[in-house]
């Protein structure tokens, strides 16, 4: 009898629940799929500053996936690598052991081994994404000093030295100092590839092909400068209106979750503990139980993933 009532249960929940996510999924490709055609807008004006000329960095030394990761998460050490993999890999056994200490399941052992040793890869993206988003607020602020002293007659050299010393970012200062150390020693195409291996942002390629095509064609190019200062601010305009209307449609994952708990919960008060017994005092039921909360987190990597502004 306890079968056919959780039988009967999940021919009512689960297409709710379809229904409820399937909507605002929806809404959430509208919603992306409008403001991405902005963002294209803005990415196609970035081009045009450099007269659609294509910039391509030559990597002297061939360089693994996790190691180019590791060095934009600042994880510079000869042995990063190594110790990365071995982490994630103790971490996932560590998480699975314990699951199956508590469902006594191999199939858990082996799934939340799998699952559970990507965690440090996801920390390590998000610790890009916070250093991504310092250095180029930093930058940013560079380049609106460097284009106000050279309106005011100072040259590029002096205004973006000054620039750097004087930024409050100190990620930005750290990454920079490598050009003001070594573009006399080695110049600064070789500085400059060795900076952007170490930080991933679009916006400081941009910025070197400005300064790049501004030196060989010899001319003023503060004016090329504001251009690009201006669309960095239209980008990062765009990004922080993406990012609130975005939270709804997370809000709107969050709730269909609680919903989903609260349901359960009535559901077992109704059936007088049936649901609870199965799901948390049976091996088939902890298992189920596993497999459902690892698609809800899956469901809602997806949903971050896609809700993410990238720079």
């Known amino acids: 009898m306890d079968y056919e009532l959780i039988t009967l249960l999940f021919i009512i929940v689960v297409p709710i629940i379809v229904v409820l996510l399937s909507y605002f999924l929806y809404e959430l490709y509208k919603e992306t799929n409008k403001k991405n055609k902005i963002i294209s807008v803005l990415s196609d004006s970035s081009q045009q500053i450099i007269d659609n000329k294509k910039f391509v960095v ?7 996936f996790l190691k180019k990761r590791l ?5 510079i050490y000869p042995l990063a690598e190594p110790i990365f ?9 560590l998480v699975g052991f314990f699951l199956y200490m508590v469902m006594g399941s191999p199939i ?12 440090p890869f996801l920390f390590l993206s998000k610790i890009i994404a916070n250093r991504q988003e310092e250095f180029n607020f930093g930058l940013k602020s560079i380049i609106d000093k460097v284009t106000s002293m050279m309106k005011s007659g100072v040259g ?7 620039s750097i010393v004087t930024t409050k970012s100190k990620l930005t200062r750290d990454i920079f100092s490598i050009y003001l150390k070594e573009k006399d020693l080695l110049g600064e195409e ?3 590839n060795k900076m952007f291996k170490l930080i991933e942002s679009k916006e400081f390629r941009i910025f070197y092909l400005v300064i790049s095509i501004g030196r060989q064609s ?6 090329t400068l504001e251009t690009l200062r201006k ?4 980008q990062g305009t765009i990004k922080q209106e993406i990012t609130s209307s975005t939270k709804e449609i997370r809000i709107g994952t969050y709730m269909i979750i609680a919903l989903t708990i609260g349901m359960f919960m009535m559901m077992d008060n109704v059936f007088k503990g049936a649901l609870n017994e199965h799901f948390f005092g049976t091996s088939a039921g902890k298992l189920q139980m596993f497999f459902i909360v690892i698609w809800v987190a899956f469901g809602l990597f997806v949903n971050t993933m896609m809700t993410k502004i990238k720079g």
């Open 108 to 119: 858990a052992l082996i799934i939340a081994s799998l699952v559970f040793s990507l965690f």
């Open 58 to 64: 030559k990597e002297k030394e061939e360089v693994s």
């Open 156 to 162: 590029f050299e002096q205004a973006f030295e000054k």
């Open 71 to 75: 060095n934009y998460g600042g994880f």
């Open 218 to 223: 010899g001319g003023k190019f503060s004016n």
């Open 190 to 192: 070789v500085v400059f």
């Open 85 to 93: 993999l071995f982490i994630s890999v103790v971490f996932g056994m």
């Open 231 to 234: 669309t960095l601010q239209d």
